[in-house]
């Protein structure tokens, strides 16, 4: 390799370290029930798949903004499902919206195209999806670590919020939101809120998006509000994302990704439209979770499993009272392949990730294999 070469120094990924388990896993007299990672096993909607089919012939760059039937459908559906608007009685501008190429880029290069560095800090939960770490890293900043009970270090210039949580399923509610988006506007920070399972609260639980009049008072300034159809809408193949909330935090956005050409493909922006337009697969997905987190829990509990929080989302975080890959493989060993929770920071080292992205059959052999 050249010597002027020097990648960026970042963690390896952590995924790669299942290799072994997974063999042990694969070597099942049936299989494996792969619930390590929460990538989506439905069918695409139809609608949706129609939508792309039908705009198959797209020989031109599409628009990096995204088209405006997009943006429309985007601030449409963010006000229906989640009470998203620039204040009481007025919607969202859809051009504060900006499609991206899934969440999982937006994350990773937020800092980046905010123009972080050293020196700056970018703060997030201190059990968190690990793209938040490595995104920091690739701008040069320093990552931060912060309980949701803990104040934010002075620096901070990017906070990132996850409710419901990855991996644990922890729900945020309006008043935990709002102090903090406040202690971030006292420190100058941009609030980034990954909203990726927001549609998905589980049974009698309440989410609320940081787009909520009632958590921004009407000012969205310095608000970012990430979301994903990846979860909602089966979509993880499609790569569709999205980037919604302060106007002109959106515009800067907007410049330095035309510059980069980061656009989503025009078939794709025709499927997310088609998407966002229809609430009833999204209602159907939440169905489909519930009653998946309802056989799978009680059969993690009684293997001796403490399942906590949880509630929403698409995880079950779980702990056996001993290192996280000793329970990773003794689940392994029965067929079952699991994520240890120390992917998602320190604080998970005696926990497991147990995803319900498995077919219904899956699941319901994940937990007969528990019982054994």
Request: negative net charge.
């Amino acid at each position: 390799m050249p010597t002027s070469v020097r990648f960026p120094a970042l963690p390896d990924f952590p995924w790669d370290s299942l290799a072994g388990a997974a063999a042990v896993a694969r070597g099942h007299p049936d299989g494996v029930v792969d619930l390590s990672v929460g990538t989506p096993v439905d069918p695409v909607p139809a609608a949706v798949g129609e939508a792309l089919r039908v705009a198959w012939d797209s020989p031109g760059y599409p628009q990096t903004w995204g088209t405006p039937a997009l943006r429309r459908a985007a601030v449409e559906a963010l006000g229906r499902r989640h009470g998203a608007a620039a204040s009481a009685g007025e919607g969202l501008d859809p051009d504060a919206v900006l499609p991206t190429i899934g969440s999982k880029e937006l994350v990773a290069w937020l800092p980046t195209l905010l123009g972080l560095g050293a020196g700056d800090l970018v703060a997030f939960p201190d059990l968190a999806y690990p793209t938040y770490e490595v995104g920091a890293q690739l701008a040069g900043a320093h990552p931060a670590r912060v309980g949701d009970d803990e104040p934010l270090p002075a620096g901070t210039r990017l906070v990132w919020l996850n409710s419901p949580s990855n991996p644990t399923g922890r729900v945020l509610d309006a008043a935990a939101l709002t102090a903090r988006v406040a202690e971030a506007r006292e420190l100058g920070a941009v609030v980034a809120a990954d909203e990726c399972y927001l549609a998905l609260p589980g049974p009698g639980v309440v989410t609320t998006s940081v787009l909520d009049p009632v958590v921004h008072g009407g000012d969205l300034t310095g608000l970012l509000a990430v979301h994903s159809l990846s979860k909602t809408s089966n979509l993880a193949g499609y790569r569709a994302g999205l980037v919604v909330g302060d106007p002109a935090l959106v515009a800067g956005l907007l410049q330095v990704r035309k510059h980069a050409g980061m656009i989503v493909p025009r078939p794709v922006q025709e499927a997310m439209t088609a998407a966002l337009t229809d609430d009833v697969h999204v209602a159907d997905a939440r169905a489909r979770y519930d009653a998946r987190r309802a056989v799978l829990r009680p059969a993690l509990e009684a293997a001796g499993l403490r399942v906590e929080h949880s509630e929403a989302g698409l995880y079950l975080w779980a702990t056996a009272g001993e290192p996280c890959r000793a329970t990773v493989d003794r689940l392994a060993a029965r067929g079952v392949l699991v994520a240890p929770g120390e992917f998602y920071g320190p604080a998970g080292a005696s926990h497991v990730r147990v995803a319900l992205t498995a077919s219904d059959e899956g699941i319901a052999a994940a937990a007969r294999r528990l019982a054994e």
